[in-house]
Structures are given as C-alpha cells and as structure tokens.
C-alpha cells in the first residue's frame, strides 16, 4: 500500500497549533531535529520557532497561507492495529498461564476479580502461583542479577510495562511471571 497524505487545512488551527507544538518540542532530541533539518528545515528556523510566544504560534497557525500535512502508511496502521488488538485479546491470558499474580493483571489489564476467575476457567493449565500469598520459586542470584541488568533496560525503552513484563518473560521462559514480578519489586 502507498503512503496517503492527509492535509490539516485552516478549518482547524488548533490541530495545527498541536502539531507544530510537537515538533517544536521535538527539535530538544538531536536525532529528530537532525531529521528534521534533512527534511528541509532550516536550523535557524527551528530555532525561531522554539522562541516564540504562544500568542504568535497561534497567530501562525491561524494565517491562510499556512499548512501542516502529514503522512500515515494504510499498511503499517492496520499492522499495528491487528497487534494491538490481537494483544488485548490474547496477553492476559499469556501472563495467566505464566503466573503473573492477580495483582498485576489488575494492574496491567485493569481486570477484576471476577474477569481473572472467567480466564482461569477457560485456560485450566494456567499457573496457579503465590495465590494463597506465598513467594513464587525464585531464580538463583546470579540469575536475578541479569533480570534486574535486563530490566533496567527494558526500562528505558519506549515500551508500555506490560511489553516489558513480556519481554522479561520471553527472555526467562522456565520463571513465573510472578517470580520475575518480584526480582523486579525487591530492587526498586
């Protein structure tokens, strides 16, 4: 699929005004203020626009012959959108089977009680881990200091904590989710 442009006309200066506040606070990050200049824009000019007052960006964004267009691939979009549904659909009942602990489906997925009950119903062969509050089986230290190293890292990325919790398992398969849970815990 090709690439479709989608124009924000005047009919909506304050979308402009979102947008062109977006990109200004963007050009703080080298890389995307690097992208920016190899796009066409002049450093000076992303500079000028970083200083302005918000009366004059609006002013700006409310002159005729001024226009912010911007692009969304079709495909990459309804990519991204089966992911995200598909994850909504199927991840709690993959932290379910792992044994995360109730607490931190509630926490991650917003389920109840009762929500948490229906999926151990349809998924029998689900970890039933620390759920009389007990302490999951935990790693051995030499193996909770590289769950803690690679946490850290997953930290500091852009995904949301219920990627992170994902990853971390992926990387720990033969660990509960609760287990993994709790190295995390102990060295916040």
Known sequence: MKTTPIEIHQESP??????????????????TFNRLVDSGFAPEQLKTLSQLPTSQ?????????????FFIDPFVLERCLEVI?????????????????????????????TEI????????????????????KMPP??????IERDW???AESAMNLTEQYFKLHH????????????????NL
């Open 57 to 69: 960006l609006n002013k700006l964004c409310q002159l005729v012959e001024f226009e912010i267009e």
């Open 152 to 154: 850290m890292i997953l």
């Open 14 to 31: 304050s979308t402009q005004f979102l947008l062109l506040r977006k990109i200004i606070e963007s050009t703080n990050n080298p890389h």
């Open 85 to 113: 549904l598909g994850i909504n659909k199927d991840l709690p009942r993959y932290f379910l089977q792992h044994g995360a602990p109730h607490h931190l489906l509630k926490a991650l997925f917003g389920l109840t009680k």
């Open 117 to 136: 009950a229906q999926l151990r119903r349809e998924a029998p062969n689900a970890t039933e881990v620390c759920s009389q509050g007990g302490r999951p």
């Open 141 to 146: 230290e030499n193996i909770r200091e590289d």
């Open 171 to 186: 990387k720990y398969p033969q660990y509960s989710i609760a287990a993994l849970h709790t190295v995390v815990m102990e």
